[in-house]
Antibody, heavy 119, light 109 residues
Framework: QVQLQESGPGLVKPSQTLSLTCTVS??????????WSWIRQPAGKGLEWIGRIYTSGSTNYNPSLKSRVTISVDTSKNQFSLKLSSVTAADTAVYYCARELRLRAIDYWGQGTLVTVSS | QSVLTQPPSVSAAPGQKVTISCSGSSSNIGNNYVSWYQQLPGTAPKLLIYENNKRPSGIPDRFSGSKSGTSATLGITGLQTGDEADYYCGTWDSSLSARFGGGTKLTVL
């Protein structure tokens, strides 16, 4: 059973960079035709896809966030990471990491971590 | 504003059936698979339906999905109080971005 766990600071100051890591257990991040995604959800609102990475390093980003987002992978640690720069209060949300079957389904989700942007 | 349109809320009595619609366009639902997710209060979304109408292992057959053209529908029969949750449809668009509906809150009266 694959499990994903987000980790990182819960509080980030405006204009700084939000950094989160997702640790994958129960399977190798390099095995299979899986993509690894970040998705966020502001309180009381819907889901917003941020981007994905394949273990080859290829990435796709939400066009609305592309200028501020970087997703990377560390296969040796079975982890992938998110960096979102120049954050504002609008970036306050629960951030989920997830496994994606490319263009078919998002089948495993982390429990989510709340990141608040505030001074 | 979400690219995929869902009703904000639906309700039905225990034991009854409910359907949740998801409307998109040719650039998303019309040319891609649709999936459905259940989000119980305070928890992460959970995959209910993938590839329009397939259920992952462990999802009861009370849950069903269908797609026609640029719209999709989630059906739930034999409603239980434990089905009260937010339900999201999801698909992909021509830029390979994942897209979600705004979510539908199901109330079991």
């Amino acid at each position: 059973q694959v499990q994903l766990q987000e980790s990182g600071p819960g509080l980030v100051k405006p204009s700084q960079t939000l950094s989160l890591t997702c640790t994958v257990s129960g399977g190798s991040i390099s095995s299979g035709s899986y993509y690894w995604s970040w998705i966020r959800q502001p309180a009381g609102k819907g889901l917003e896809w941020i981007g994905r990475i394949y273990t080859s390093g290829s990435t796709n980003y939400n066009p609305s966030l592309k200028s501020r987002v970087t997703i990377s992978v560390d296969t040796s640690k079975n982890q992938f990471s998110l960096k979102l720069s120049s954050v504002t209060a609008a970036d306050t949300a629960v951030y989920y990491c997830a496994r994606e079957l490319r263009l078919r389904a998002i089948d495993y989700w982390g429990q989510g971590t709340l990141v608040t942007v505030s001074s | 504003q979400s690219v995929l349109t869902q009703p904000p809320s639906v309700s039905a009595a225990p034991g009854q059936k409910v359907t949740i619609s998801c409307s998109g366009s040719s650039s998303n639902i019309g040319n891609n698979y649709v999936s459905w997710y259940q989000q119980l209060p305070g928890t992460a979304p959970k995959l209910l339906i993938y590839e329009n109408n397939k259920r992952p292992s462990g999802i009861p057959d009370r849950f069903s999905g269908s797609k026609s053209g640029t719209s999709a529908t989630l059906g739930i029969t034999g409603l239980q109080t434990g089905d009260e949750a937010d339900y999201y449809c999801g698909t992909w668009d021509s830029s390979l971005s994942a897209r979600f509906g705004g979510g539908t809150k199901l109330t079991v009266l």
